[in-house]
């Protein structure tokens, strides 16, 4: 009953099998950043892909094409991750397409950045209910299934302010706290039915949202691009280094690999050594 895990990974293996071959993947908010690269990394490892988020729809036209180009099956939904009714819709399209979702990356997020006495109350409940309780929808409209199945990976993509504060974020810290606390009850639950949950933790990920976020605040500080990278962004990261979406993406491969069966609960930092200090 204790015996170790016969799938264990092989180690010559190559990075081309298809170690996902006939599992679907969710990710949420895949139309940009973070998580369209996980949507590109699970699709080259044989995963069938569920896109979702917003934006431009030839992007995502095109995203969905790169997705789908190599014999890789893929679709898209519009739904909305502030609306319970609109996820549960997409995650029974999703089982009717593809029979199941067995990677579940609860990655859609946003921000707003203001003192608490400011904070608009409608910001607090969109990024509460986007960057946190979406999580708990999917999660649970796609447990049982899991159970049933055996086998089922959940990846949350939190923050370094899932496990730090900095001032002036409340809402985002507040919910990327809450979604380590809801991975590590995950974990437990899922534990002996071979559903791990994992948070990841990224520090700065240069994406869309940084980029604009670099040119805001040049403009509103006065100073140079290269000055808000280096006194504002970078301050605290020990590297000095953004880090890119592939990096998050590579650690979601593995942990959606053999070589991630025993690691859940977890939440695990991509910062350049910010939570170090
Ligand atoms: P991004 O803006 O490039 O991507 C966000 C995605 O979420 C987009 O696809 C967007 O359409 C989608 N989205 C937003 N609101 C949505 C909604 N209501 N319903 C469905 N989809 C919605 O940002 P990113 O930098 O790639 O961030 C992705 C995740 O990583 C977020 O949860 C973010 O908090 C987290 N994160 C990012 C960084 C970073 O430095 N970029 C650092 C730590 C954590």
């Known amino acids: 009953m204790f015996a170790p895990d016969e799938t264990l990974p092989r ?50 036209r095109n995203s969905l094409q ?3 180009d190599k014999d890789g099956r893929a679709t898209y939904s519009p739904a909305d991750m502030s609306r319970p009714d609109e996820i549960n819709d ?3 399209e999703a089982k ?12 859609a997020g946003i921000q707003h950045v203001a003192p608490v006495e ?4 409608s910001k607090w409940d969109d990024i509460l209910a986007i960057n946190l309780s979406s999580a708990f929808h999917t999660s649970r409209a796609v447990f049982h299934d899991m159970r049933e199945n055996g086998w089922g990976r959940i990846i949350n993509i939190a923050s370094a302010h899932g496990l730090i ?26 534990a002996e039915a071979g559903i791990t949950a994992n948070a990841i933790c990224p520090g700065y990920v240069w994406t869309p949202l940084v980029e ?6 040049a403009e509103a500080h006065g100073i140079s691009e290269d000055e808000v990278i280096s006194s504002v ?19 979601c491969l593995f942990l959606c690999g053999a070589g991630g069966n025993s690691i859940t609960g977890q939440a695990l930092p991509v910062d350049g050594g910010w939570t170090a200090h």
Do not use: C, R, W
């Open 212 to 217: 604009k976020q670099i040119q805001d605040q």
């Open 11 to 60: 180690l010559d293996k190559t990075p081309t099998d298809l170690v996902l071959s006939g599992k679907t993947a969710l990710v949420t908010g895949s139309t940009s950043g973070i998580g369209l690269a996980i949507a590109k990394a699970l699709s080259f490892a044989g995963a069938n892909i569920v896109l979702n988020g917003f934006g431009d729809k030839d992007q995502i």
């Open 90 to 92: 997409m995650i029974m």
């Open 233 to 251: 962004l970078l301050k605290n990261t020990p590297t000095k280094k953004f880090a890119q979406p592939e990096e998050i993406a590579e650690l």
């Open 66 to 68: 790169s997705l789908t």
């Open 165 to 190: 504060a900095s001032p002036y974020k409340s809402a985002y810290v507040a919910a990327k706290h809450g979604i380590v606390g809801l991975t590590k009850v995950l974990a437990l639950e899922g």
């Open 96 to 107: 009717t397409m593809f029979g199941n979702v067995d990677i579940l990356i609860n990655n």
């Open 118 to 121: 400011t904070f608009p109350p």
